[in-house]
């Protein structure tokens, strides 16, 4: 086998790719999507920290790829199909009037309020997922916080928004 971490996991999912795409095919019920995901943990693998401490690599290599995969399918739920951008087109009109852009300003105007009585770090988070469009463990790694936090910070962030906003 080689002689870093990084080289010896390589080499493993080289060597165990049938089994760890069978693995994966059954789990996630797609060949394709396994197939993508063991792509994607090849990749995965150059950016990798304290792989030098992994005591099961051929776990650590399924959890890496069955990981990727849930990544990919959060960020496909996320695209909108063609149908629902032409529909969404067909109902914007193409110059809002002024009571539209009046009320538009108004409503801006309210969710600034409402985002500046929330916590710094819920509003940063807030921002950074819905507005910047990243992914919530791209947010994870930024703040220094795990992932299920995250994801609690975004629905308290959700929760505060919905009770503060007038309607």
């Known amino acids: 086998m080689a002689d870093s971490p990084r080289a010896t996991l390589r080499e493993l999912l080289v060597e165990r790719y049938g089994q760890l795409k069978t693995l994966l095919s059954r789990k996630l019920g797609s060949s394709d999507l396994a197939g993508d995901a063991l792509q994607d943990t090849w990749l995965r693998l150059e950016n990798a920290e ?11 290599l399924y959890r890496m790829a069955y990981h990727a995969a849930i990544d990919k399918q959060r ?6 199909s063609v149908g629902e951008v ?4 067909d109902l914007v009109s193409p110059a809002p009037g ?9 409503d801006l105007h ?10 710094k770090r819920r509003r940063d988070i807030l921002l950074a997922v819905r507005l910047d469009g ?6 994870a790694e930024r703040f220094g916080i795990s992932l299920r936090l995250v994801e609690l910070e975004l629905k ?3 929760a ?3 009770d503060h906003i007038e309607r």
């Open 134 to 139: 990243m992914a919530q463990r791209e947010v």
């Open 86 to 89: 032409e529909a969404m087109l």
């Open 110 to 119: 309210a969710l600034v309020r409402v985002l500046e009585q929330m916590p």
């Open 75 to 80: 960020a496909e739920d996320r695209r909108l």
């Open 50 to 60: 304290n792989i030098d401490s992994v005591r099961n690599p051929g776990a650590y």
């Open 156 to 158: 308290r962030a959700q």
């Open 98 to 106: 002024p009571a539209q852009i009046a009320e538009a300003n108004s």
């Open 160 to 162: 505060f928004c919905a």
